[in-house]
């Protein structure tokens, strides 16, 4: 039977596509004790774009992060003590941080172990600090204010040169894309048989109808402009 691609998407009585294979969960712990950290192991994760290092704490508890460059299997690290600021990897709160570090992995709410800055190569930038906000430069280029209680890690995330790796063959596109999920290839509608869309069953690339459809339609032919309030050319 065919999956209609809005199904294909998500999930329904006869397919669900598997949208999330993380092998680990990724944040901060929740401690507020000043403490040390020491990097047991770094492994690949298929679903992000940089490795993850599994740290473990004095207290016991282990939490896996972003890699850092730099970052290497027996290093040591520090939590929340301030003393050692300027070393990449340290894990400190915004306030007790300068002007101008480097920082990824970064909480938006204090405690929530971490939102903001994850992906391989990524980190935001200290702009400002005050009594009652932080301001960030991330790497889209918005600045943002947060919490100065909240913490974050110094550096920036290792992997940053993997999009000037060229794939060389589908194959590896292939096992890039279905690591995380997604739907593809996307091909294109006209290019289908007519009982696979609406705009399919045609020998030539251009479908000349109507994409109007309304909007009680069922989901294997809510295909095109859902319910428009307008067609034609202005």
């Known amino acids: 039977m065919k999956v209609p691609r809005s199904r294909r998407r998500g999930k329904s009585r006869i397919f669900r596509m598997n949208t999330f294979r993380a092998s680990a969960r990724v944040g901060l712990i929740r401690s507020n004790s000043p403490m040390n950290a020491r990097v047991i192991n770094i492994v690949h994760d298929s679903y992000r774009t940089a490795p993850l290092m599994e740290i473990k704490f004095e207290d ?21 003590k301030p003393e050692n600021s300027s070393s990449n990897g340290m894990i400190l709160r915004l306030r007790d941080m300068p002007a ?3 920082v990824y992995n970064i909480e938006l709410r204090p405690n929530d172990g971490g ?4 992906a391989g190569g990524g980190s935001a930038k ?3 600090i005050t009594h ?4 960030l430069a991330l790497p889209s280029g918005k600045v943002i204010n947060v919490d100065p209680e909240c913490k974050a890690i110094i550096g920036k995330i290792s992997n940053g040169g993997r999009k000037e790796k060229p794939l060389y063959k589908a194959g590896n596109s292939y096992h890039l ?15 289908m048989n007519a009982y696979e869309h609406k705009f399919g069953g045609k020998r030539r690339s251009s479908q000349h109808r109507t994409k109007s459809v309304s909007r009680r339609a069922p989901p294997g032919a809510k295909v095109g402009s859902i319910s428009p309030k307008r067609t034609g050319v202005r």
Do not use: C
């Not at 939102?115 to 994850?118: A, G, N, P, S, T």
């Open 60 to 80: 016991g508890q282990t939490s896996f992060l972003p890699a850092f460059v730099g970052a290497y299997t027996g290093m040591l690290l520090s939590y929340l």
């Open 126 to 128: 200290i702009m400002e």
């Open 132 to 135: 009652n906000k932080v301001s």
């Open 115 to 118: 939102k903001l800055v994850r």
């Open 100 to 102: 101008g570090t480097d």
């Open 177 to 191: 894309i279905r690591a995380r999920g997604r739907y593809w290839p996307m091909n294109a509608a006209v290019a």
